[in-house]
């Protein structure tokens, strides 16, 4: 009975500690990682693997803005790439305004043809469209070549996908919304694909921002004179004299009526100086 007891006394206690070293603590966050073989030593620079991303920018005057706009989409369009925007516009300058013949004038207008292209092509034909843009332009006013190596943001974003699973809050977490949490890290997880994809898109083809323009030029017009259509002929120009000169006339007429009291008070004085004031000069006399 004795043995019992020290056998229950001793053992029991040991297995008690082996069973609560082998069950992890409650509510313990435990998590499964699984790695991706993502081979992080440095490569050369001309290396394949390399994420390279590679741009231009080009603005240069041409000949001929329209001509040379539409060589280039046709050129990016045979070498498999699009061109994403093509936008033609003038920049006006200085106009004048001159008599040309009696009934019509000249008009005489300076601008600057311009042309913006944002152009994507396959990254092996890169070399080939600025070479065309070089031959094609009379000046280079700009010319941009990058190559942005985008290694190690896209392998951030590799790591930052590896699988991290929570099971769930430790006792002493504050209640937390597992489902906007899982939510939230299944979108930064969807926009690191997206952004790894849009790398592999950047390295795949190239981007070109070319920028044309064109001497100033002059764009003259002959425009009927508005002054000379809307003037009135010899006979009409008199009758409209007379008329005119018959409407001052009538005008000074209306005008000399309309102070009569000033015309009675001169009548007036007039009369006074007749009667009364002439003979009181000459009795003084």
């Not at 070293?21 to 490569?43: C, F, M, N, W, Y």
């Not at 190559?147 to 929570?166: C, E, F, I, P, R």
């Not at 209640?175 to 952004?195: F, G, K, L, S, T």
Request: proline share 3%; aromatic share 8%; with cysteine.
């Amino acid at each position: 009975m004795r043995n019992s007891l020290l056998f229950y006394g001793a053992i029991a206690p040991a297995c008690l500690l082996l069973s609560c070293q082998q069950v992890p603590h409650e509510g313990a966050p435990t998590a499964s990682l699984r790695q991706e073989k993502i081979d992080l030593k440095v490569v050369p620079l001309q290396d394949s693997t390399r994420k390279r991303m590679r741009s231009a920018d080009f603005h240069c005057r041409v000949k001929d803005v329209h001509q040379s706009t539409e060589r280039i989409e046709r050129l990016v369009s045979a070498l498999g790439g699009v061109v994403e925007e093509s936008t033609q516009r003038n920049i006006y300058h200085a106009a004048k305004t001159l008599q040309y013949k009696t009934d019509s004038v000249k008009r005489v207008q300076l601008y600057t043809a311009t042309s913006d292209l944002k152009l994507r092509v396959p990254v092996a034909q890169l070399d080939s469209v600025v070479y065309t843009l070089s031959v094609i332009a009379d000046f280079i006013d700009t010319r941009t070549l990058r190559d942005t190596d985008a290694t190690l943001s896209y392998y951030a974003n590799q790591l930052g996908n590896q699988d991290v699973k929570q099971l769930g809050p430790t006792r002493n977490d504050k209640a937390i919304d597992m489902n906007a949490v899982a939510q939230n890290d299944q979108q930064e997880r969807i926009n690191r694909i997206i952004a790894n994809k849009q790398i592999d898109e950047n390295v795949a083809y190239s981007t070109l921002a070319v920028s044309l323009f064109q001497p100033e030029v002059a764009d003259i017009q002959i425009l009927a004179d508005e002054d000379a259509l809307t003037r009135a002929g010899f006979g009409e120009s008199l009758w409209q004299s007379l008329l005119s000169g018959l409407r001052v006339f009538c005008n000074i007429l209306v005008y000399l009526v309309a102070i009569w009291p000033l015309w009675v008070l001169l009548l007036a004085g007039y009369w006074l100086y007749r009667s009364r004031l002439r003979k009181w000069f000459a009795g003084a006399k």
